[in-house]
């Protein structure tokens, strides 16, 4: 934490958790937020004006779209395949690159595939009376994870929320 004084008032500014960076990289940092302080700019207002918006859209948010308008465009879709989506979506998809911009890249894509691929979603864990689900992950749930996928984003194409499927190519 950076303790500085700015027009007369004192103010702290979050610099980061010890360990996730390190001193020396805090020291540099404070040096230079101190530097803007001296001339005349308030680090912490700076930086509130530099942060990224909050995306319009995730991908969590579209695929709670698709889970909810998704039937009025696939009327023939049976709802045993509706219910295995639910699961692919909420078991990796969601919980894996739910908070990612809905406009991801196909970089994004490649890494969610190699994390459910290698396991990164593996849970058991009690879903009713006397039930349980277990997840696993590897390279037949990787697949069945991104065809779900290629179907949100192909929903969110045509209904024009987002720009483009980057799932095509992976």
Not at 32 to 55: K, N, T, W, Y
Not at 151 to 160: C, M, Q
Not at 161 to 167: I, M
Request: hydrophobic fraction near 35%; charge should be positive; proline fraction near 4%.
């Amino acid at each position: 934490v950076l303790k500085y004084s700015f027009r007369g008032r004192q103010r702290f500014y979050t610099i980061g958790r010890h360990g996730i960076i390190t001193v020396e990289e805090a020291r540099n940092d404070a040096r230079r937020l101190l530097g803007l302080a001296s001339s005349g700019i308030d680090p912490a207002i700076a930086r509130d004006e530099q942060s990224p918006q909050s995306p319009a859209l995730t991908v969590g948010e579209l695929c709670a779209s698709y889970l909810k308008e998704g039937p009025a465009y696939k009327p023939d879709k049976r709802e045993s395949s509706w219910y295995t989506d639910r699961s692919n979506i909420h078991r990796h998809i969601a919980h894996l690159i739910g908070q990612v911009d809905a406009n991801a890249n196909e970089t994004d894509v490649v890494n969610f595939v190699a994390n459910v691929t290698r396991g990164a979603t593996h849970c058991d864990m009690k879903v009713g009376h006397r039930a349980r689900a277990i997840v696993k992950g590897g390279r037949g749930v990787a697949a069945r994870a991104l065809a779900v996928l290629s179907a949100v984003y192909t929903f969110g194409v045509r209904k024009g929320v987002v720009h483009a499927n980057p799932t095509k190519n992976v």
